[in-house]
């Protein structure tokens, strides 16, 4: 039966003013619904709805013509554009570049919850003061709108430095290799090895390195610092992080140096009933837990000056005591959960960051004294004193060194220092 007019502009009207009133979403279906009653095109019905009872026909001269009354002024775009106030004014980009700063240079989708969980903790502390608006705006603001605000206050150091590892045959084929495929899992206490050697770019296995020990699980990591690769120094250092992990260590990874290939290290494993593998030679993504350490935190607060002397190695074991403890309780890291391949193009999805302490909590294999013992260390910590502390220490580490690949270091030390005062 062929609708008549009447009826037709009884439907429209109803119609349209529930379409101009709609949201885009409920326009669409609005749109399904009419165009079925009156078998109007799309196109058609979306410009009669939007423009019912603002058009006109008029004669003018003989000439019958439709005037559309009271529609919405086009927006200005470019430089005509009016310019709306900013929602995040200059005394919330303070903000943000102060907790940038403290934070070390976060990247926007780690500074997020870098500010959740340390704005809190700053306001306890008497750090900062916030009014009830910036407090909203600092706990609202997206990933993508940090990177955006703090885009002309990054800036880009890209520090290199040289590879120390030489291979170590002894035992070599009596430990076993796993490759990153085969190491799946996901109880805390299996954690990758690596050394940083600080010999300034001229290869020596006489100066200062770093052991970085990292937890696959819950990305916890340890930095000790080392007077040489010497074995009985890598084996000190790994009894030293045994102890004073949050969880027992029931396996370690290393690569194929001699100071880990070794029947000290090896005998040490099978008394302590640890798990000890190494990687595959040449192939960093094995470890590549540990690796990306090795340059996010270590390099990133020492840089690749030459450390030869004792009263720098001293500097450096003062350095990491509040490096460990900044970046295991308040420092978010993200963690790969899956990737697909769908022909050359490889899309990657990562886990909400999260500080290595939040994933030990969040973690039901961890016992609850385990876990209240820390609770009451995280209470004790102030960021931002850690942060001064580091920066001292760092500062300290510069003045007993003086080489020209610590200029880029020293620079964006004091950029954030310029910040936080």
Not at 128 to 139: F, P
Not at 270 to 285: C, D, E, G, I, V
Request: net charge positive.
């Amino acid at each position: 039966m062929r609708m008549t007019m009447r009826v037709r502009r009884a439907v429209i009207d109803v119609t349209a003013k529930r379409y101009q009133k709609a949201r885009k979403k409920e326009r669409g279906q609005i749109l399904d619904e009419f165009t079925k009653i009156t078998a109007y095109g799309r196109k058609y019905a979306a410009w009669v709805l939007s423009n019912w009872k603002r058009r006109r026909v008029l004669t003018i001269g003989g000439v019958r013509t439709i005037y559309v009354f009271g529609p919405k002024k086009p927006r200005a775009r470019g430089k005509n554009a009016p310019k709306r106030p900013p929602t995040y004014g200059p005394d919330i980009l303070r903000l943000v570049k102060h907790l940038w700063a403290l934070a070390g240079g976060l990247c926007g989708k780690r500074l997020a919850p870098f500010i959740h969980e340390t704005v809190p903790v700053l306001e306890r502390f008497e750090e900062i003061t916030l009014t009830h608006e910036q407090r909203r705006k600092l706990l609202t603001v997206s990933p993508a709108t940090i990177d955006r605000l703090l885009a002309p206050e990054r800036a880009k150091y890209h520090l290199k430095g040289r590879a120390t590892t030489k291979p170590g045959t002894l035992l070599k084929h009596q430990i076993p290799i796993r490759t990153f495929a085969d190491w799946n899992d996901k109880r805390p206490g299996f954690m990758e090895a690596d050394l940083v050697g600080h010999d300034g770019g001229f290869l020596s296995s006489d100066v200062v390195h770093s052991l970085t020990m990292t937890d696959v699980a819950s990305t916890w990591t340890e930095i000790r610092a080392l007077k040489t690769k010497a074995r009985r120094w890598v084996l000190q250092a790994i009894e030293n992080i045994r102890q004073g992990l949050p969880f027992p260590l029931l396996g370690m990874d290393s690569d194929n140096g001699g100071e880990f290939i070794n029947e000290e290290l090896t005998a040490y494993c099978l008394a302590q009933k640890l798990t000890f593998t190494r990687s595959r030679p040449y192939r960093k993504n094995d470890s590549c837990f540990v690796e990306q350490k090795n340059y996010s935190i270590v390099r990133q607060a020492v840089g690749y000056a030459r450390l030869a002397t004792e009263e720098q190695y001293a500097c450096l074991v003062e350095l990491y005591r509040p490096l460990n403890l900044f970046t295991n309780y308040f420092q978010p890291s993200t963690k790969l959960k899956k990737k697909t391949r769908s022909g050359s193009k490889v899309t990657k999805f990562y886990d909400t960051p999260q500080t290595p302490y939040r994933r030990l909590l969040d973690d039901a294999r961890i016992d609850r004294s385990t876990k209240a013992h820390l609770r009451s260390v995280y209470r004790t910590l102030n960021p931002a004193q850690l942060r001064r502390e580091i920066t001292q220490w760092q500062n300290r580490l510069n003045s007993l060194t003086e080489q020209p690949k610590l200029i880029k270091l020293r620079k964006r030390q004091k950029h954030f220092d310029s910040i936080l005062r």
